[in-house]
């Protein structure tokens, strides 16, 4: 199991990781879901390139659901602001939906060092 292999069974990754996960799924070395769960607004205004979709926490009840159908087991990256609300939702999937599968951002976009970029384009719900 190589290293980045073994950083999608942790329960959390920081931003340095995520960075680093990134770059590993571009090569094809991973493979993982990132999703995050800020509202729009917030998106549009700034985000991860790399987002695979985004699933915004006032709709939780909505797509919660659909993670494990529409993923399966793959490894689920939830990010956020600053790592409160996906911390929350972490907890919410792993004890109420079984989900072990859920890693949380700690530090979310405010600690992020990657690339990020603006707008709508990419955005897209489950």
């Given at each position: 199991?190589?290293i980045n292999?073994?950083?999608?069974?942790r329960?959390n990754v920081d931003?340095s990781?995520?960075?680093?996960?990134?770059?590993?799924?571009?090569n094809r070395e991973?493979?993982?879901?990132?999703?995050?769960i800020?509202e729009p607004?917030e998106y549009?205004e700034?985000?991860?390139?790399g987002?695979?979709?985004?699933?915004p926490?006032?709709q939780?009840?909505?797509?919660a659901?659909l993670?494990t159908?529409?993923?399966g087991d793959r490894?689920?990256?939830l990010?956020?602001r600053?790592?409160?609300?996906t911390g929350?939702?972490?907890?919410?999937?792993?004890?109420q939906?079984?989900?072990?599968?859920?890693?949380?951002?700690?530090?979310g976009i405010v600690?992020?060092r990657g690339?990020t970029?603006?707008g709508?384009?990419?955005?897209?719900?489950?």
């Amino acid at each position: 199991m190589s290293i980045n292999q073994t950083i999608l069974h942790r329960q959390n990754v920081d931003s340095s990781l995520l960075e680093t996960l990134l770059k590993a799924r571009q090569n094809r070395e991973v493979d993982f879901v990132l999703i995050d769960i800020r509202e729009p607004y917030e998106y549009e205004e700034r985000h991860i390139v790399g987002v695979d979709y985004l699933l915004p926490t006032t709709q939780f009840q909505s797509w919660a659901g659909l993670l494990t159908d529409r993923f399966g087991d793959r490894p689920i990256v939830l990010t956020c602001r600053t790592s409160n609300r996906t911390g929350q939702v972490q907890q919410i999937l792993q004890d109420q939906l079984g989900m072990q599968n859920i890693i949380d951002h700690v530090g979310g976009i405010v600690t992020y060092r990657g690339a990020t970029e603006s707008g709508m384009e990419g955005a897209r719900g489950i």
